[in-house]
């Protein structure tokens, strides 16, 4: 994936946040990596390609283009010329993909990381894509396995963006305990993540860690980033925490800025346990 890639996957993760998860999807896999050098692959120079890889690759950033576009149906069809060119191309089995997980086609997508994982093992954010496919049809104990092949690697540049995929999926399976280990590494490696630090600090609410939920919850909510989950989940350890002043700052907040949202409604009703 290309830096400005990179870049507005991560303004489009902002912003999920995990009280139903629904968002997680959309989220994750617009954080995958697209195919431009495998993360899984030796690091690749020009000379390296043959005029078929070259040709294929050309092509393959063509599509990579449109799908970061929202052109999905277009950028299937770059990909078919694609593996019409090399049918071996590791990384355009992984764009098809994350195509297909886009258009809800959950056996072509797990066909596709299939085959980027069969002609290429090493390929560390085809093994992270293919742990999100699984991890969203509650498939566990396979999505770990796939996540841990992608932190495997000793190369992958994604480690941070894998933790947090790990440790999300642990806390669905309700292993809470490992989640919060998994998403305490990922915020160590990016702590200005705030997929990571909300999800941290409500798995610390959840378990009755409330002083340390403040922690992450507070700077999440002190910087931009903070939308109307965030600021209920803050309302809810403030509450927890006996901190009146912290807690009617930040129901102001909510009610300026999200005065629509569920999280207000459930500030006017008190709803806290909910």
């Not at 292993?175 to 915020?187: H, N, T, V």
Request: hydrophobic content about 40%; overall charge positive.
């Amino acid at each position: 994936m290309t830096k400005a890639m990179v870049a507005r996957s991560r303004a489009r993760a902002g912003w999920f946040a995990g009280a139903a998860l629904a968002a997680v999807l959309t989220t994750l896999v617009a954080g995958c990596a697209t195919p431009q050098q495998s993360a899984g692959a030796d690091m690749a120079t020009p000379s390296d390609d043959s005029e078929q890889r070259r040709r294929a690759r050309i092509r393959l950033e063509l599509a990579s283009g449109y799908y970061e576009e929202g052109k999905t149906e277009v950028a299937l069809d770059e990909l078919k010329q694609v593996l019409a060119i090399d049918p071996n191309f590791a990384d355009a089995y992984n764009l098809r993909g994350l195509i297909y997980m886009r258009l809800g086609d959950n056996r072509q997508a797990e066909d596709s990381f299939r085959r980027a994982l069969a002609i290429n093992p090493r390929d560390a954010d085809a093994a992270h894509n293919y742990g999100w496919l699984q991890c969203t049809q509650a498939r566990y104990p396979e999505s770990e396995r796939a996540f841990q092949q992608a932190l495997a690697n000793p190369i992958y540049a994604g480690r941070s963006r894998t933790l947090m995929a790990l440790g999300v999926c642990q806390a669905r399976a309700g292993l809470l305990a490992d989640a919060e280990r998994s998403l305490s590494r990922s915020y160590e490696l990016d702590a200005a993540n705030p997929i990571t630090g909300y999800n941290l600090a409500r798995i610390l609410y959840q378990k009755g860690e409330y002083q340390r939920a403040q922690f992450y919850i507070r700077r999440l909510n002190n910087s931009e980033l903070a939308n109307a989950e965030t600021l209920w989940l803050g309302i809810k350890v403030e509450q927890r925490m006996n901190d009146a002043q912290a807690m009617g700052q930040l129901s102001d907040v909510l009610r300026r800025r999200f005065p629509q949202s569920r999280e207000r409604l459930s500030l006017d009703r008190r709803a806290f346990d909910e």
